[in-house]
């Protein structure tokens, strides 16, 4: 990890010393980025996007699975990923510090969490942590949803089924998608069947659902039910290539709020990503001001104020 933060302090010098620091190339134009089918960096990619087409860039935004992706920007075949999980993708961190083919430009969300949890009114029948899944083995159906095939946190669950301590001896993962995952709880919920599952905040399900986290995770998810941070990473050399870009990712940092906010108008309210990112700025602009500060349009003008005219506002 040192070779990483290493990294960022001399990005740092680079992005705020110079004027010429902020002259990027034709060849910086198009952003690729990569997008794991999570609504949460759906909801950032989709604000990159904006901003960044407002300054006269082109966003190129492919969907791919999380070891793809980070295969994609080990061999440049991408330039930027907003949804480093940590620690729960830490391997991937490792490969990619080994290898030197990744930068940290800035971790763009604390206070998120990443663990297994269950609807409240089965919590309140006494399942509280992951001790207390075997014990109830038939009433789950020795069933835990999971996400997308190949994800981290998949496979930390196979872990956890093949940990002989949890007794889950005989349990199954479901693979599934973000959205079909949720179905499956929301389908419980209605009957109050009972249902585990991955669960993460920041993500519009905490209001949806009663939702209670489970403990006794901590060796695959983490501390603090699995306490994460979301950092954005570019490939090694692009924030030298493109220093006014990356200036845009280094101040590209979001909250539990803004990001809870922007999920819920694609999932509860069915926008399209761009359009509730363009919706919740023109709601909350003074965001601009610390998302655009020191940096400009691909013409080098003045991006805060580029941003607003084409936005509107």
Known sequence: MKKLATTTF????????????????????????SDPGWTDITSTNSVASVLLESLGYKADVKTMSVPIGYEALKNKETDVFLGN?????????????KSKSAELIVTNLTGAKFTLAVPSYVA??????FVDLATNADKFENRIYGIEPGAPANQN????????????????????????????????????????????????????FELTYLSGGDDYFGANFGGAEVN??????????????????????FDLNIENALMGKILDEGEEGRAAAKEWIKANPGQLDIWLKDVKTVEGAPGLEAVRAALGI
């Open 157 to 208: 669950i196979e872990k956890i089924i093949s940990d002989e301590k949890f007794g889950l001896n005989g349990w199954k993962l479901v693979e599934s998608g973000e959205q079909a995952m949720l179905a499956q709880v929301e389908r419980a919920a209605r009957t109050q069947k009972w249902v585990v599952f991955l669960a993460w905040a920041p993500h519009p399900m905490n209001t949806k």
């Open 124 to 129: 309140a029948q006494g399942v509280k942590s």
């Open 10 to 33: 001399v990005l740092a010098i680079t992005l705020l010393g110079g004027r010429h620091a902020f002259a990027d190339s034709t060849a910086c134009r198009t952003v690729k980025l």
């Open 232 to 253: 954005t990473l570019a490939r090694t050399g692009w924030a030298s290539e493109c220093p006014n870009a990356a200036k845009l990712f280094s101040n590209l940092v």
């Open 85 to 97: 999980w940590m620690p729960a993708q830490q391997k991937f961190r490792d490969d990619l510090d």
